[in-house]
């Protein structure tokens, strides 16, 4: 190699470890994103969990009353004459319901079974086409037995039928079946190519405490960057609404369902700045090397002894 190829190379090195580490710090939110929806919303003890406190919620209540008696008095008007009329007893009833602990085991029950039914549709590839529907006997059947442990007067002659109700359109199915793939795909290689190219980049740099920082920075422009993605779709999904009423309850969704993603967003920035934080103070507080001494250089000939002054 030439000497004047010699100076090329720290930039050579310097330009490939910025694009691994640029590309690590663009892999690490999306990674993120896609671990969230992988192995936090498609685990149905999890999402239980998450959603179970949704069922005190005054707006989540109040959401349902409005819905169940809805569908109530237009079962009701068919039937009688004097189902409008009832429709203000209706849906005193309900929301009368939704304080009860019948109510919160009937929210949990119906969750669950609503996400098992659409977990086995994405992810069984050789289920039948059609809608993803699923079975309220069961939810109905857990709320007779909470209204009969409470000794509900004639709870135990409620009727258990197999009602199918449809969760998801089948023209959404096969789309949603490829997304799910694609993210539980993407959640276990985007962290972990995300980690590759970040050791490799700051590997390869000519300066590492410089890539490490840069790194660190990054990684928290990431997680500020999640943070507002989550944001800005909270706004998005409560503008699509139609119905002005819901939106707290579809609020309180929302934010129970990205809490977790939320924290992530949060250790990412926290943990990104801290990095940059660290190894710039280490960089400062290191010990710096003084440059050489200058030495003179003879002009040619020899090099004369000092002179010295004759003793007296």
């Given amino acids: 190699m030439s000497l004047r190829q010699r100076p090329h190379r720290p930039h050579l090195r310097n330009a490939l470890s910025a694009t691994l580490v640029a590309l690590a710090c663009l892999l690490t939110p999306c990674g993120a994103l896609a671990a969230w929806a992988a192995f936090g919303l498609a685990d149905t003890g999890r999402y239980v969990d998450t959603v179970a406190p949704l069922a005190t919620d005054p707006a989540v209540r109040d959401a349902v009353a409005d819905a169940v008696g809805d569908e109530v008095v237009r079962e009701l008007d068919p039937k009688t004459a004097a189902g409008p009329a009832l429709g203000p007893f209706v849906r005193d009833a309900v929301r009368s319901f939704t304080r009860t602990e019948a109510f919160r085991t009937a929210w949990e029950a119906g969750n669950r079974a609503v996400h098992e039914a659409v977990l086995r549709a994405l992810r069984d590839d050789a289920a039948a086409p059609g809608p993803v529907t699923v079975d309220l006997a ?45 993210l539980d795909t993407a959640a276990f290689w985007l962290p972990l190519a995300a980690v590759v190219l970040a050791v490799t980049g700051i590997a390869v740099a000519a300066c590492r405490r410089r890539a490490l ?27 699509d609404l139609p119905d002005r009423v819901h939106r707290p309850a579809v609020a309180a969704v929302y934010d129970a369902l990205t809490a977790t993603l939320r924290t992530a967003s949060w250790l990412l920035l926290a943990l990104g ?4 934080l660290v190894s710039w103070l280490t960089g400062r507080s290191g010990p710096r090397r003084e440059p050489p001494a200058p030495t003179a250089t003879p002009t040619g000939g020899s090099r004369q002894p000092p002179a010295t002054l004759p003793r007296l």
């Fill in 213 to 239: 920082t840069a790194t660190g920075l990054g990684t928290a422009l990431g997680g500020a960057l999640l943070a507002l993605a989550i944001a800005i779709g909270r706004r998005l999904t409560l503008a």
């Fill in 273 to 276: 700045l801290t990095v940059a």
């Fill in 138 to 182: 069961p939810v109905t059947a857990r709320v007779r037995d909470r209204l009969a442990a409470d000794h509900m007067p004639f709870a135990h002659r409620i009727p258990v039928e197999h009602t199918e109700v449809a969760v998801v359109p089948a023209g959404e199915v096969a789309g949603l079946r490829k997304g799910y793939q694609v």
